[in-house]
């Protein structure tokens, strides 16, 4: 576990890429996203709960052979066990793909949803070391402007019943997506943040 606990020393802004997961259609589920070519992105993780392994739940980077990055609020609550993976495989091939069982994750000591979401990472254990090849760290935060790689798959859609006794269904995600952005300054995330919370709130469109 120590070496969990040294990994979560490095920022997480020194990736040479940021995986997030995405809410959106497909060839939308990033913002301003398209269609990824996966075969350059293998270091790309599918995370879900040990106790439903075909349901996606969020995307994380293979950063060492048995050690994923992913964002803290994705094991919020998940026993330390409880997470299997699907490593370098993209949606149409996820039903095929062994499921990795994991041993533990760990969160930065500064985690904390309530106050706000500077330490929003976590990195997962694999039970066992991957083949895929996994994606180098940098060695300093990249600058304000620096252009950057996001990519992610979009969650599932829940559609109403289409009666009061049956319940909803939920679409598959969509292949992988990618955009590419420059680094905002903290103020600046914060702004876009809160503009879109405040416009959520105003049209009624799901939780803030």
Not at 92 to 106: C, M, N
């Amino acid at each position: 576990m120590a070496r969990l606990a040294r990994l979560l020393v490095v920022p997480f802004l020194v990736l040479t890429a940021l995986v997030v997961p995405a809410t959106a259609p497909p060839a939308q589920a990033i913002h301003r996203g398209s269609n990824a070519d996966f075969g350059s992105y293998r270091f790309m993780v599918s995370l879900r709960l040990a106790q439903t392994p075909d349901k996606h739940r969020c995307g994380g980077t293979l950063i060492a052979p048995d050690i994923v990055l992913t964002a803290g609020h994705c094991v919020v609550g998940v026993p330390q066990d409880g997470l299997v993976a699907v490593v370098g495989a993209d949606v149409p091939d996820w039903p095929s793909t062994p499921r990795v069982a994991s041993l533990a994750y760990r969160t930065p000591p500064g985690f904390d949803l309530r106050r706000d979401n500077r330490h929003d990472i976590a990195i997962v254990k694999l039970a066992a070391p991957q083949q895929t090849p996994g994606i180098t760290l940098a060695r300093s935060e990249p600058r304000v402007g620096t252009k950057v790689v996001t990519l992610g798959w979009a969650a599932p859609t829940l559609h109403p019943p289409a009666s009061s006794t049956r319940p909803g269904s939920r679409s598959p995600p969509s292949p992988c997506c990618e955009t590419r952005r420059a680094v905002q300054t903290c103020s600046g995330c914060r702004r876009c943040s809160t503009a879109r919370r405040s416009a959520r709130k105003a049209f009624g469109r799901g939780r803030p």
